[in-house]
């Protein structure tokens, strides 16, 4: 088995991180090694504790855990952070991307994101929710009308496809099921498309398709 991955916990519900810990300790190579229940303990046991990544809560009492992820970034910016909140907020969710933070994830889907998640992010991907992929979607529908170069002259058909499924919010399995290819092959699409069209990150590549028309915000 390979390196554990050191997760801190940081949200002020315990009932949360319960469940957060029950599911991370199902896995052999996911260890909690902390939790916190706001920013300023936060900060301490991630000092102490130097994780590979944090779950963290966007509000808690005092704080801001976007705030919270900055800080914690100046400091440690190799730590890897995925944000947790209760909605699909555009405007948290444009705070978490220009932040540079590595994913947005909605708590109602935990029990079937949170490894997922953890494992897409520790791999180097940005990780996002079906509905916050959505959430941005509408956000950008003011570039419909912005053209650049077609798609079509650019992809194969096969990264048109993927590039339409990535768009729509399927994640990596779901894509990988549908097209009957392996994972890993979604993921050798996606590198291959944000490397052709010039992205770096599911966003970018979500806005590409809507501006291109392959899917509709």
């Keep these: 088995m390979g390196a554990i991955i050191k997760i801190i916990l940081v ?4 009932m949360m991180r319960d469940g957060l810990r029950y599911a991370i300790q199902t896995q052999p190579d996911m260890k909690v090694v902390a939790e916190a229940g706001n920013g300023v303990a936060a900060l301490d046991v991630v000092g ?16 801001n855990g976007i705030d919270v992820s ?6 440690y910016p190799q730590i890897k952070i995925i944000i947790l909140s209760g909605l699909a907020d555009e405007g948290y969710v444009s705070q978490t991307i220009k932040a540079g933070l590595n994913g947005y994830m909605l708590k109602a ?3 079937t994101e949170l490894i997922s998640a953890i494992r897409a992010v520790m791999n180097g ?5 079906p509905e916050v992929t959505c959430a941005v979607m509408a956000q ?30 399927l994640r990596t399995k779901e894509i990988a099921d549908r097209l009957k290819i392996g994972v890993k092959t979604v993921d050798t699409y996606r590198a291959r498309l944000m490397t052709k069209l ?12 809507i501006r291109q028309g392959i899917v509709e915000a």
């Excluded at 010039?198 to 398709?209: K, P, Q």
């Design 109 to 111: 889907n935990a029990s």
């Design 140 to 169: 950008y529908k003011e570039f419909l009308n912005t053209k650049s170069t077609p798609a079509a002259s650019l992809l194969s058909k096969r990264e048109l496809e993927v590039l339409k499924l990535i768009a729509e919010g």
């Design 125 to 129: 991907h940005m990780f996002l929710s």
């Design 48 to 63: 102490q504790h130097k994780p590979d990544l944090i779950l963290m809560d966007i509000s808690m009492p005092g704080a």
């Design 11 to 14: 949200d002020d519900h315990p």
């Design 198 to 209: 010039n992205c770096n990150s599911t966003i970018e590549l979500v806005r590409y398709a």
């Design 70 to 75: 900055l800080q914690i970034r100046n400091l």
